[in-house]
């Protein structure tokens, strides 16, 4: 797909890879034989679509895989160098993403180093993942002021603030 999330099949792609007929009209289906509009929108991402030429005296028939070939970026990341607690982390930072289609931004890992006396400094990595499997991660460091108390129970597991809740740590 292209830059506007679809790709159009025009009969010249099947010509140039040896398909040779004149006055044809081309027809795509879906493997269950269900007509494919044309341009073929992201909708039909990794799957096989039936192209068919088909002329007065013969047909040529091609599988087309539609594929993503452009992956989402991360131009960068904005939110507070330093945070007072961990409560609702990835709603404090806006990624700027470059993306032609649909794609979803998951914070993929953290972690907590340093003893707290004064600063704990947190490395989040942030991960996009767009329709067609394509990802791009970028890790940015912050640091963790302010806080009353860190306690790991169990280990997987802190509270920071008097007023948090026990968050999960992604590991």
Do not use: R
Not at 59 to 68: F, L, P, R, S, Y
Not at 94 to 101: A, K, Q
Request: net charge negative; aromatic share 8%; glycine share 6%.
């Amino acid at each position: 797909v292209g830059e506007n999330c679809e790709v159009e099949i025009i009969p010249g792609m099947m010509l140039a890879g040896g398909c040779v007929l004149t006055n044809y009209q081309l027809s795509l289906t879906d493997q269950n034989g269900d007509p494919v509009p044309n341009p073929v929108t992201i909708d039909y991402i990794n799957e096989t679509i039936v192209a068919e030429l088909i002329a007065l005296d013969d047909t040529c028939t091609t599988n087309i895989v539609i594929d993503d070939k452009f992956h989402p970026v991360i131009n960068g990341i904005s939110g507070p160098l330093t945070i007072s607690c961990l409560n609702n982390l990835e709603q404090q930072f806006t990624l700027d993403v470059t993306e032609n289609c649909d794609y979803l931004i998951e914070m993929s890992d953290i972690s907590v180093s340093g003893d707290g006396y004064p600063i704990y400094t947190i490395d989040m990595i942030w991960t996009v993942i767009d329709i067609g499997g394509n990802q791009d991660s970028e890790t940015i460091t912050v640091e963790l002021e302010n806080y009353w108390d860190i306690i790991q129970w169990p280990q997987d597991y802190v509270a920071i603030c008097e007023e948090d809740l026990i968050l999960s740590l992604i590991h």
